[in-house]
């Protein structure tokens, strides 16, 4: 997973090198870190250099260590990486103008998926989307997580960093916006849509599987915005 670290004296370059990862797209939200003592393995460094930096990423929020479970890559680690990006290119990043963009740029990307995607790839979608499924009826937030891990899978299919952190950056600033949304059966078929036109190479379904999903979300997170500007104007919170 990792390069090493050589002649390592300082805890920071762990915190450094672990967040090079998050920003390249080999760590992601809810993924769950090896063990300690495997981690320091990969990284070439000792244990408690390891743990100091450790504590510094979960002291500034990009990591949770949960007691007998492990520490993992929490949400907000993508924050700010997303808002250095936004602010680089001068975003105005309004609701409307992230929604275009979004729908402009993941149309792409799904047909650039549909010609460079791996056979590792394609198992990395199928795998998400069958959890997605798995937790659609009973926990959104499991499904969340796996509608997310299956759209940051697609996007690393094309091999290029920069749409990956860029297509990072509109989605952590949406989720900014709206916060999470109801997923449906609906929704879910259009995913595996995606998928399977993807696999068959088929580059016209990829792009009309893709706009068909991207109308079915944007009329949810509009209807999802609609409702907090509403509450807003009431003193009400709605973003969860």
């Known amino acids: 997973m990792f390069d090493g670290i050589k002649n390592l004296t300082i805890s920071e370059a762990v915190a450094e090198k672990l967040l ?23 990284l070439n460094v000792g244990i408690s250099s390891l743990r100091e930096g450790l504590q510094m990423l979960q002291a500034t929020g990009f990591i949770e260590v949960k007691r007998g479970q492990g520490t993992y890559i929490t949400e907000n680690s993508a924050k700010p990486l997303s808002k250095n990006i936004i602010l680089s290119l001068n975003i105005d990043s309004n609701f409307k103008n992230l929604m275009e963009v979004r729908k402009i740029l993941e149309v792409d990307i799904a047909i650039l998926s549909a010609k460079k995607a791996k056979p590792k790839d394609i198992k990395k979608m199928t795998t ?74 088929d580059i016209t379904k990829t792009r009309d599987a893709m706009r068909a999903l991207l109308e079915l979300t944007g009329r949810t997170y509009l209807k999802k915005y609609n409702k907090i500007e509403k509450g807003k104007k009431h003193g009400q919170n709605f973003i969860g």
Do not use: C
């Not at 090896?34 to 990969?42: F, S, W």
């Not at 509608?147 to 094309?158: E, P, Q, T």
């Not at 609906?186 to 595996?192: Q, T």
């Open 20 to 42: 090079e990862q998050i920003s390249k797209g080999k760590l992601i939200w809810g993924q769950k870190l090896p063990p300690q003592r495997e981690l320091a393995k990969m």
């Open 128 to 201: 998400y989307l069958e959890n997605y499924e798995k937790f659609l009826a009973k926990d959104n937030l499991k499904a969340s997580e796996y509608d997310l891990k299956f759209h940051l899978a697609l996007v690393r299919s094309v091999d290029n960093p920069l749409l990956y952190k860029i297509s990072l950056a509109i989605r952590t600033s949406l989720k900014e916006f709206i916060g999470s949304i109801e997923h449906t059966k609906k929704g879910l078929d259009n995913h595996w849509k995606v998928l399977e036109a993807i696999k068959a190479r």
